[in-house]
């Protein structure tokens, strides 16, 4: 973090990419692409599907019961802040899930009972 990073009045300090985090250290692996409802989403090969996307968003998803943005909290597989949901209804963690390419996730939970 520091001065490089941008930012805006209401958000000193916040990545110039309106992400949530900020690389300390630049990756260098292959770039990969996923799709998070419905739009891909380049990260590198390595990245938890967290730092994927918070690297790119100001938050995850939002809370099932009150839709408060939630960005995962432990970082580490611990809290359960972190959920999100393959196309086929399987839940991960994006803290401890590595982003692969081709993965197809969404940031919303399946509807109970709902099959296809
Ligand atoms: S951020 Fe806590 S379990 Fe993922």
Do not use: Y
Request: with cysteine; hydrophobic share 35%.
């Amino acid at each position: 973090m520091g001065s490089s990073t941008g930012g805006s009045p209401d958000r000193p300090g916040a990545a110039a990419s309106g992400g949530q985090l900020i690389r300390a250290v630049r990756r260098t692996g292959p770039p990969i692409t996923l799709a998070v409802d419905g739009r891909d989403v380049t990260a590198t090969d390595g990245d938890s599907v967290l730092a994927a996307l918070l690297t790119q968003r100001p938050f995850l998803r939002r809370l099932e019961f009150g839709g408060e943005p939630r960005a995962g909290f432990c970082l580490m597989g611990a809290c359960q802040d972190c959920w999100v949901w393959t196309e086929e209804g399987d839940r991960l963690r994006a803290c401890t899930t590595p982003a692969r390419s081709g993965m197809a996730l969404r940031t919303t939970a399946p509807v109970l009972g709902h099959h296809g």
